[in-house]
């Protein structure tokens, strides 16, 4: 049963975080976003919400709630296969969430948590390191003999000749990152269950992935991405973060109202 | 800590903000009637982080990130670190609302205890800027 208060008071709505099976229900003693009202757990049936009160008025929030949100998340995450909401997920009442989510979507979210069942998400993201444009010098002779041309002379001078340069060297950076991140994709992709290739966020990005992986193979997963890490190391700087709930295989490319 | 050799460690967390952002704003189980929190309490930039790759701006960065490599190799001076200007570039076509320049402006709010530095940069014009690098700037390129 329910630990804590049940919203309904006025005044109050419930902010919801995430769905877990009502058998990994975890013990949380968090302060949740808002009015940092007590985490707690929401069951119904099979499932249950982690929850907490927040101001009926909640619809501003500010970055403590942000970090609140995903520490909630990722503390359940590690006792629990947890299906993470979207932040700013605000339901008018327990009734609403219990009706709308936990039964309303029951079929849904009860497909989600076994398909994601032991499993959470790995995200690996690289970035070129500067270096990359000796190699793309080295590589394309145009930009190397553009690059001569335009030595010494004056910038406004040479406006059109760095557009074109920095045309080919884009150019060049494209087909680098679609080679590296296949490469890099292939070596991974064979330990995941899923995995979702994000946009490429900047311009000296290699690729941004998230990899669904079981926990059983987690130390299998870290030693091949240290391996790609390794091969690139002169080349691609990788960030690697994990275990998270699985926030990239919950919604397949659904958009939320800011999304 | 994990068991891993010197070239990647796993952390917790996406050590940049904006991963961070962009996995809890955009991705999560949507029930789409009863999201309405947004994000106040930072100043809100005009910038999207993620740049248009296909635009004047870009070219003409990668073009002084090459040219740089002249200097390098005659021994010039010290080499001015390699920003990426990532609002430069403008933001997407699309308006995707307050969040995506909550985003940006988060992420800079943030960095102090950020690490990662390619990616929290904030937007900076070159102040040798010439009127013609000025005049080029301009949002059509973005996809």
Known sequence: MTAGSPSGAPGTATYVYGVVRASEAPTIDATGVGRGAPVRNLTDGDLTAIVSDV????????????????????????????????????????????????????????????????????????????????????????VAALRERM????????YYDRIRLGELVAQAMAAKRRQDSEQVLAQLRPLADDVRVGDVAHERSVLSASFLVHRDRLPEFDRAAEAVAAENRARIRFRYAGPLPPYDFVGGGEAGPWG | ???????????????????VLDLILDKGLVIDLYVRVSLVGIELLTIDARIVIASVDTYLRFAEAVNRLDLAETGGKDLPEFIEDLGEGGGRGKTKGALDGAKESIK?????????DSEKAPARRRSRS??????????????
């Open chain 1, 55 to 142: 101001d009926e008025g909640f619809v501003e929030a500010g970055r403590e709630d942000l970090e609140r949100h995903m520490a909630i998340l990722e503390h359940v995450a590690l006792s629990a296969t947890v299906v993470p909401l979207r932040f700013g997920t605000v339901m008018p009442d327990d009734g609403a969430v219990t009706a709308e989510l936990l039964r309303g979507r029951a079929e849904e979210l009860d497909e989600l948590l076994t398909a994601l069942d032991g499993r959470v998400e790995l995200s690996l993201s690289g970035t070129y390191e500067e270096r990359i444009f000796g190699e793309v010098v080295a590589e394309q002779p145009e």
């Open chain 2, 108 to 116: 800079d709010v943030f960095s102090g205890d950020d690490d990662d």
């Open chain 1, 151 to 158: 030595r010494g002379r004056d910038e406004d001078a040479t």
């Open chain 2, 1 to 19: 800590m994990t068991q891993q050799g010197g070239y990647l460690q796993r952390t917790p967390h996406p050590s940049s903000l904006y991963d």
């Open chain 2, 130 to 143: 010439s009127s013609g690098e000025r005049s080029s700037r301009g949002k059509d390129d973005n996809e």
